[in-house]
């Protein structure tokens, strides 16, 4: 990529919109989109950097793009995120967790299980941590048993230490993720083997309210069909002048939902079966998630501000249908080269 550098905006220089919807009922309701915050996606698990624990072939590259971040990030902002099922972690629909390791880096000395769940990396100015079911995670072991029923998540966060200009990890161990399995443990390992940039601008991404109608079940009639379609705009203003190129990335909050294009997963305090929320571009084709697309209008002589027209709506992903509320998420991360 003629040695691009990705930037994750942050603070108000992300969009991360959030759908909550009271869906399938009489009366009328709401579905907010909102930013919530600065996401990235990437992936997560461990690196064995200890001969103690064996490499059984299943480690993951937590953030396997370079990344770009404004030097004004605010300390403790989130500013990547990773998302991986329990499917891919311990092959079923629930993981039982039965040991979590954390490997931490400060003042240039690798320390082993620390308390957590914060863990220092070579990435200077960002911090690392997991979360199970939304919880970010200590150390466990011993006994404790965490039953993993959503996406595991990993973190990067902003801290309070000096950044260089340009900073890299080689490939050190994070975490140690210990499932249980067939007579055995299953072991994920999380490493982080990645660059930082921090550069002095970037684009920003205001929040934004987007209000869908409330739906009648019966105006769902099989799986893949919408209804309660409207148009929004992601609005990318201020970028400035110099870079070569510009592009976004959506990403939907839980990861992306195997062939299911433009769909977002639902969150955890959704209580309708078997819809979903769809995002579309401005000629109907789904959302490609995870995908970096250039801002074409973009001029590296004057920079500026840009719109970029979508459309979402309900979507049946099941035959039946159970009236209740349907929130989704999803952040607009900006970057550069």
């Known amino acids: 990529m003629d040695n691009a550098m990705r930037e994750i905006n942050l603070p108000d220089r992300c969009g991360h919109y959030f759908w909550n919807d009271s869906m399938m009922t009489n009366r009328p309701s709401a579905q907010a989109m909102r930013r919530i915050g600065c996401t990235v996606l990437a992936a997560l698990i461990l690196p064995v950097a200890k001969p103690a624990l064996a490499d059984d072939g299943r480690d993951i590259n937590a953030f396997p793009a370079p990344i770009t971040l404004p030097k004004n990030t605010p300390t403790d902002r989130v500013v990547a995120r ?56 200590r150390k466990f072991s011993g006994g404790t048993l965490v039953e993993l029923s959503s ?22 161990m994070q975490f140690g993720l210990f499932s249980a399995g067939p007579g055995d443990s299953i072991a994920r390992y999380i490493h982080l083997n990645t660059s930082v940039t921090w550069i002095e601008e970037s684009c920003s991404v205001p ?38 190129k510009i592009l976004y990335r959506l990403t939907p909050e839980g990861g992306t939902i195997e062939n299911a294009p433009g769909v977002l997963p639902l969150s955890a305090d959704s209580t309708a079966k078997g819809v979903k929320i769809k995002v579309t571009d401005n000629a109907g084709a789904a959302a490609a998630f995870d995908t970096s697309t250039a801002v074409d209008d973009y001029n590296k002589d004057t920079g500026g501000s840009f719109s970029i027209p979508m459309r ?19 952040s607009v991360l900006m970057e550069y080269q």
Do not use: H
Not at 84 to 99: D, H, N, S, Y
Not at 210 to 234: D, H, K, M, N
Not at 312 to 330: H, W
């Open 82 to 137: 990773a998302y991986r099922t329990p499917q891919q972690i311990c092959g079923k629909a629930t993981c039982t967790l039965i040991r979590l390791d954390i490997y931490s880096l400060r003042g240039n000395q690798w320390n082993w299980f620390v308390e957590g769940p914060r863990a220092g990396t070579e990435l200077k100015g960002l911090d690392v941590q997991v979360l199970v079911n939304g919880e970010p995670q």
């Open 207 to 244: 929040s934004q309210t987007v209000v869908l109608p409330s739906t009648r079940a019966g105006s769902l009639t099989g799986i893949g069909t919408t209804a309660g379609e409207r148009s929004f705009q992601i609005q990318i203003n201020n970028c400035p002048k110099g870079y070569s």
């Open 312 to 330: 979402v709506s309900y979507v049946q992903t099941e035959a039946n249908i159970t009236p209740g509320t349907v929130n989704g998420a999803m």
């Open 151 to 172: 996406p595991l998540e990993i973190q990067l966060l902003r801290n309070k230490y000096e950044m260089a200009n340009s900073v890299a990890a080689s490939n050190q």
